[in-house]
């Protein structure tokens, strides 16, 4: 009997509540002990799946840590959230084979996934077809991948996830872009749910229950929080919120 790939568990999941993903940058992790620190305060029920990387360069040291730290602790599939190619490991399970949709320059439309497709099938890793699409200019994410702002227009965001759908993406991740105050509006993610039918998280700006719920009531799959989790407290406000959208009745 062939093994269920790790996107096909998230449909599973998705069938009994929406998705919670903690993404940890393993730039924040210096030292085993912190990590380890955090990763002791996850309720494992509620995450779905780990994702590893973000928007700065991280040495392939440190993603292998951070990776075997999760593994460690827990039976939950971990897929590399990639910003570049060195953010590639053997170790995880999957990774974000991910297009930067409204990026100015070609190196992450096309380029960086040309380069790293050696080594991702030298590794076997599960790949993930992904349409990114970054929506807030002002965070780190938009600097370094260039990206070009999209006006929070409902109608032009729901033309890029329009075109993800034909470009056969699996999953359509809307992001505020990490560290903003400004979550993905609730009309955007409504329209682009209504046009896509795969699975569409949404990141960015999530900080609290009352932000998660309204995104996940709008009809995202699934949420991704990041910088949250650095805040003092941070994996407690994660776990609350998790336990809450996952009560939201399925639609």
């Known amino acids: 009997m062939s093994k269920i790939s790790v996107y096909q568990k998230l449909l599973n ?3 009994n509540g929406r998705l919670c993903f903690p993404l940890l940058d393993p730039v924040n992790f210096p030292d085993t002990s912190k990590i380890e620190k955090m990763l002791s305060g996850f309720e494992s ?5 780990f994702l590893v990387g ?5 040495a392939q040291e440190d993603l292998d840590k951070t990776i075997e730290c999760i593994k460690k602790n827990f039976n939950i599939p ?12 053997k170790k995880a399970d999957a990774i974000f084979y991910m297009m930067l949709m409204n990026s100015a320059v070609t190196y992450y439309i096309i380029d960086a996934q ?11 890793l599960e790949t993930i077809p992904t349409g990114y699409i970054v929506v807030n200019p ?13 006006p929070s227009i409902p109608e032009l965001i729901s033309l890029y996830v329009l075109a993800a759908k034909h470009f056969g993406f699996k999953i359509v991740y809307l992001e505020g872009g990490s560290g903003t ?21 949404v990141g960015g700006g999530i900080t609290d229950i009352e932000k998660a719920t309204k995104i996940a009531k709008a ?11 650095e805040k003092e407290n941070g994996v407690i406000t994660f776990n609350r919120i998790c336990n809450e959208i996952k009560k939201i009745p399925l639609s």
Do not use: C, W
């Open 13 to 15: 999941n998705r069938k």
């Open 45 to 49: 029920n509620l995450i779905d799946a």
């Open 54 to 58: 973000g928007s700065t360069l991280v």
């Open 78 to 89: 971990v897929i590399i959230f990639p910003n570049n190619i060195n953010a590639i490991s």
């Open 114 to 124: 040309v380069l790293a497709s050696p080594l991702i099938e030298r590794y076997k």
């Open 138 to 150: 002002d965070s780190a994410v938009s600097h370094i991948g260039h990206v070009r702002p999209i």
């Open 181 to 201: 105050s400004m979550p993905i509006a609730s009309a955007a993610i409504a329209l682009s749910k209504q046009l896509y039918q795969g699975l569409l998280l």
């Open 219 to 229: 009809g995202a799959d699934g949420i991704v929080i990041g910088n949250l989790l």
